[in-house]
């Protein structure tokens, strides 16, 4: 019998672009995630922050991360976007500077709202 099929019917999940400075020791955690999760924190590290600009992330990653580890790497990642509005824009500096400031006891919850992968998408090092 030729009649009309049933479509699959997709949902798309909106999401949010972040990105995230950071230096080849927290890569390596990221990249032993399969790209899929950030590290828990440090003990000295009670936030995870990641930035809403690229060009933030950009100037964190070339100015901080470098001298301080020798290479710094910009990633960007999507998170669902309803999941974040738990968590307040924060103003760290000028009108671009903005981070969202996740509880290091919330990063697993965080990263199971991770979608996809987190790709690096600059690498800085340091002049010759």
């Known amino acids: 019998m030729n009649g009309p099929t049933a479509q ?4 798309v999940t909106p ?3 972040l990105w995230r ?3 080849p020791a927290e890569l390596a955690l990221v990249e032993a995630a399969d790209r899929r999760a950030w590290p828990p924190r440090l003990p000295d590290q009670p936030v995870f922050y990641p930035v809403l ?3 933030y992330a950009i100037r964190i990653a ?3 991360n470098v001298p301080a580890s020798g290479v710094g790497y910009v990633t960007r990642f999507e998170v669902e976007t309803a999941f974040l509005a738990r968590y307040p824009v924060r ?3 000028g009108r671009t500077i903005l981070e969202l400031w996740v509880p290091a006891e919330e990063l697993p919850e965080f990263n199971r ?3 996809g992968r987190i790709e690096v998408v600059h690498e800085f ?3 010759s």
């Open 8 to 11: 699959p019917v997709t949902s």
């Open 15 to 17: 999401t949010t672009t």
């Open 21 to 23: 400075p950071t230096g």
């Open 53 to 55: 600009n690229e060009d």
């Open 62 to 64: 070339r100015d901080w």
């Open 91 to 93: 103003r760290a500096g």
């Open 113 to 115: 709202h991770i979608v």
């Open 125 to 127: 090092r340091p002049a």
